[in-house]
């Protein structure tokens, strides 16, 4: 990375569904996710993230509707959050939240932007999609809470993970015993607030950079450059 690189680099929030006061920071770039009857829709001028969550199937095709008008504008950086999720659901539902989450596959596809994913208790079923569409746009796993084995098979995979604080706040948390107890690869790896307004994304990076044993600034240089290849685009300036 060139000293111009360096100095650009930017705290990446990835996937927060609350209005951020650090939005307009020069030092902090923030992706503001946007679900249907879940949270307002985007400001004029933010970059955001658009998709139907697993949580608000009903009359999904409608949402979707709205979605998809969203995701062709310029500020929309990625698709979803779209996913599966098992805790809310028996296997019939399963299979309508799959339905729905295949329609955001192939948004994604069709506009080349990447896919941002809900995931609870379904990572085998995400992996079996994955395969089903060799050729699909990149994915991210947001709020990824796994072993690392996990880890290994995503990085295998080319799937990208956003890690929230429940890493250094959840004694239980699988992810949290990930972190202390291995050293991480930070290939495809992002960090997010998702619902905690409360939380600033640079006190994360602090705590994973800490936990970790790595510089801030080093971390901060490598997210970014992950972000640079998540989206394809250059975004030094």
């Known amino acids: 990375m060139t000293s111009k690189e360096s100095q650009s680099a930017k705290f990446i929030d990835l996937h927060g569904h609350h209005s951020s006061s650090k939005s307009e920071d020069r030092d902090f770039l923030y992706i503001y996710s946007y679900s249907p009857k879940i949270n307002d829709l985007p400001e004029e ?29 310029s500020n929309c950086l990625m698709v979803g959050e779209a996913g599966l999720d098992r805790s809310i659901v028996d296997d019939s539902d399963l299979e309508q939240q799959e339905e729905v989450f295949k329609w955001h596959i192939q948004l994604a596809n ?6 941002i994913i809900h995931n609870v208790k379904c990572l085998s079923e995400i992996f079996r999609l994955h395969k089903q569409y060799p050729n699909h746009s990149n994915w991210v796993l947001h709020d990824f809470n796994g072993s690392l084995s996990d880890i290994q098979e995503c990085q295998k995979r080319s799937i990208a993970m956003s890690l929230g604080p429940r890493f250094y706040e959840s004694q239980t948390a ?5 972190i ?10 992002f ?41 394809g685009t250059n975004l030094t300036s």
């Open 45 to 73: 001028g933010q970059f955001f993230s658009a998709g139907v969550h697993p949580w608000e199937i009903e009359d999904a095709r409608i949402s979707f509707e709205g979605v998809k008008r969203l995701c062709g504008e």
């Open 110 to 115: 069709e506009l080349k932007k990447p896919l």
């Open 174 to 178: 699988r992810i949290a015993h990930t």
């Open 180 to 189: 202390s107890d291995h050293k991480i690869d930070l290939n495809l790896i």
């Open 191 to 231: 960090f997010e607030t998702d619902e905690r307004g409360d939380i600033n994304i640079q006190t994360i990076y602090e705590k994973f950079a800490q936990k970790q044993e790595i510089e801030i600034d080093d971390l901060k240089d490598r997210i970014w450059q992950n972000l640079k290849a998540l989206l």
